[in-house]
């Protein structure tokens, strides 16, 4: 009897541990499901510890595991959604370290000029845009260069046209045309008249007019001069709603969300937004309408920083869809419109060495500002005297703050450099910004702007700024250039212009570095490369899914490379059949 209870007894503490225990196993199982998987595709993770796979997994927004297959296939459940990519290629997402965000959108609304192949095809499309607006409304267009045009326009200044032949086409509305690189506006008589520009207007600091030899304005206005324009235009523009602003700038961040996805980018950092847009971008997170991940330069003036900077640092906001930890100043201009600050003058206008937009007096203060309250610092600087006195701004901050270590501060562009200085950015841990596309699509007028022997030391040295240490990140200064990925890493990995001719081939990246600048470098360069940046569990599921490996077809097949799905926080965000 005894030995009859202690057998009961025992099977009941099994049965009371089955009870308890199995139901652990099934909750256990139920874990091990994904919610998303892709298999059956060459995954390139960015991750030295398992650099290729098969397929991968997703449980929530992070990525769950990665491996074969069949390894992959034990983790599908009832709601899993399965994707077979059938051999396509997975990479992390793009990160798009340098882009105009709201531009992009913006740029989708004006005329688009990036296509012209020369100076009256541009004033036809104005002409053709004046005649669905009233006589007084304001016209937009971006994108023109004069140094693509087919041929210059006759007459000229600095390859630049006279208003003259748009102000006689289109009298009776001012006309605002940005240049390519931002950098310059050229516009008709009706924009100077509401300006009140005439021969006695002087260049403002940091700008420039540009006239003829009889001091008669062109209609170019370069850097800060840009400013006496648009001043009016604001005025114009000030009688609008609060609610019509908000409005206007919610449907520059949808167009630019639509193209991120669409070009198969996961991650942009903005170069550059003020404050008060940046509570708009806060409020389109809230409402969960922002697809893509924003990282967010602060463009605004130091008296604002000083005020309010506190109550603008964002990390990881709205599940990782909005971070801003970063101030963005300008040194100087751009090669194309002779902004950029040299340390000798250009090779095709004498006197001239480029402007200095921002005083150093003015940048020493912003960088106290960031390294006191923990921002990067992030300042576009393009010729070699702007990127030296960036780099002397930065180190005199870094000696005055000893104690503050792992600072990323970058340079945006980096494009031209004196021999001495490329040592400098791995020595103090600066970060080259860099877009592979410029050194392209600027290489035709390089060496008219700078000479052989300055374009050869010092122009886009991406090999000799990694072989020193640096860590460079990548990106397309979109709207300036197409935000498309797939171009850009061509670019990087070829370096050819259009007409086929390489720019300096010793320069080039392979292409695993290209794809790291546009990866886990960029992560790095934000900070993120511990959520972001490579297929490793644990991380953000953020993927690009193409249709042919980049890293291994030929040179020129690279650029027909279609992007299949775009894949933000495990969510398919755009799929190239519409589904």
């Not at 308890?20 to 510890?49: E, G, H, Q």
């Not at 023109?144 to 102000?167: C, F, M, R």
């Not at 609610?243 to 520059?252: A, G, S, T």
């Not at 052989?452 to 709207?479: H, Q, S």
Request: charged fraction near 25%; aromatic fraction near 8%; hydrophobic fraction near 40%.
């Amino acid at each position: 009897m005894r030995r009859s209870m202690q057998i009961f007894k025992i099977l009941g503490i099994y049965l009371t541990a089955v009870l308890i225990i199995a139901p652990l196993f099934t909750a256990c199982s139920i874990d091990d499901k994904a919610d998303l998987v892709l298999i059956n595709a060459t995954v390139i993770t960015v991750d030295d510890t398992k650099p290729e796979a098969e397929a991968v997994a997703v449980k929530g927004d992070t990525i769950f595991a990665v491996g074969t297959t069949e390894e992959i296939k034990e983790m599908i459940g009832d709601a899993t959604q399965v994707i077979d990519l059938e051999g396509a290629t997975v990479i992390p997402g793009f990160i798009e370290s340098h882009a105009h965000f709201l531009s992009v959108g913006k740029a989708k609304t004006h005329i688009d000029l990036r296509y012209a192949n020369n100076w009256d095809e541009i004033v036809y499309e104005v002409l053709r845009a004046s005649e669905n607006i009233k006589p007084g409304e304001w016209i937009l267009g971006r994108g023109w260069h004069q140094e693509k045009w087919e041929s210059a326009p006759d007459p000229n200044v600095e390859g630049y046209p006279y208003h003259t032949i748009l102000s006689n086409a289109v009298p009776l509305n001012p006309v605002v045309l940005t240049h390519a690189s931002g950098h310059a506006i050229l516009v008709n008589a009706k924009a100077m008249e509401l300006a009140g520009i005439n021969e006695n207007t002087p260049n403002p600091d940091g700008g420039r007019i540009v006239r003829d030899s009889l001091g008669i304005a062109l209609g170019i206005f370069e850097e800060n001069a840009e400013n006496l324009i648009l001043d009016k235009y604001d005025e114009a523009m000030a009688n609008r709603t609060e609610q019509m602003v908000k409005d206007e700038i919610k449907n520059y961040i949808r167009l630019a969300d639509e193209e991120c996805l669409a070009k198969g980018i996961t991650t942009v950092y903005d170069a550059g937004t003020p404050l008060d847009t940046i509570d708009i971008i806060k409020e389109v997170v809230d409402e969960e309408m922002l697809g893509i991940r924003l990282n967010v330069m602060i463009s605004d003036t130091n008296k604002k920083l000083k005020e309010r900077i506190k109550d603008y640092r964002f990390i990881g906001y709205g599940n990782d869809h909005l971070t801003v930890r970063a101030i963005k100043k300008f040194i100087d201009g751009a090669l194309g419109s002779r902004g950029a600050w040299m340390l000798e003058e250009y090779s095709d206008l004498p006197g001239h060495t480029g402007l200095n937009t921002d005083p150093i007096y003015e940048m020493r203060e912003t960088a106290d500002i960031a390294i006191a309250n923990g921002f990067q610092l992030c300042t576009h600087a393009i010729g070699d005297k702007g990127n030296r006195e960036t780099l002397n701004v930065y180190e005199r901050a870094f000696k005055s703050n000893l104690d503050k270590t792992d600072l990323r501060w970058r340079i945006e562009h980096a494009q031209h450099l004196s021999a001495r200085d490329i040592p400098r950015f791995a020595e103090l841990g600066i970060i080259p910004s860099m877009q592979s596309c410029h050194c392209t699509s600027d290489a035709p007028y390089v060496v008219k702007r700078l000479g052989e022997e300055r374009a050869e030391t010092g122009a886009y040295v991406w090999r000799k700024l990694m072989n020193t240490g640096a860590i460079i990140c990548n990106g397309t200064d979109a709207p300036v250039e197409d935000i498309d990925p797939i171009k850009n890493y061509y670019a990087a990995v070829t370096r050819k212009t259009a007409d086929g001719l390489e720019f300096y081939p010793d320069q080039k990246m392979t292409r695993e570095e290209a794809l790291k600048s546009y990866t886990i470098n960029g992560a790095y360069a934000a900070f993120q490369e511990n959520i972001k940046g490579s297929i490793t569990p644990g991380k953000l599921a953020d993927f690009t899914v193409l249709s042919q490996d980049i890293t291994t077809v030929p040179d020129e097949e690279i650029i027909n490379t279609e992007i299949v799905y775009t894949i933000v926080g495990g969510k398919v965000l755009y799929d190239r059949n519409g589904e």
